[in-house]
Nanobody, 113 residues
């Protein structure tokens, strides 16, 4: 059983919104830094947002002011607004820095123009 499971992806038109959720099959300490990452086929996985200790956040420039990372109980949430076609990717959650055996299957986000 993978430690982290992502959900909430789907197909949305440009300008739309999606809410991704990351649930832990085992408890990740609340003080841990959690991150959302994304990967486009053929490219390296990149960090999208970080949540430090459940309150402090940081974002990649390409999602700033559009995405919000937060915690809801044991789940880590990524609220994505004003989505763009270039946001199309598989989205993953993990600690930051990532722990290799925590990677899940990810959730596909597809944004149509």
């Amino acid at each position: 059983q993978v430690p982290l499971v992502e959900s909430g992806g789907g197909l949305v038109q440009a300008g739309g919104s999606l809410r991704l959720s990351c649930s832990a099959s085992r408890r990740i300490p609340i003080a841990s830094t959690m991150g959302w990452y994304r990967q486009v086929a053929g490219k390296q996985r990149e960090l999208v947002a970080r949540l430090v200790g459940g309150s402090s956040t940081s974002y990649a420039d390409f999602v700033k002011d559009r995405f919000t990372i937060s915690r809801n109980g044991a789940n880590t949430i990524l609220q994505m607004n004003n989505l763009k076609p270039e946001d199309t990717a598989v989205y993953f959650c993990n600690t930051w820095p990532p722990i290799q055996h925590y990677w899940g299957q990810g959730t596909q986000v597809t944004v149509s123009s």
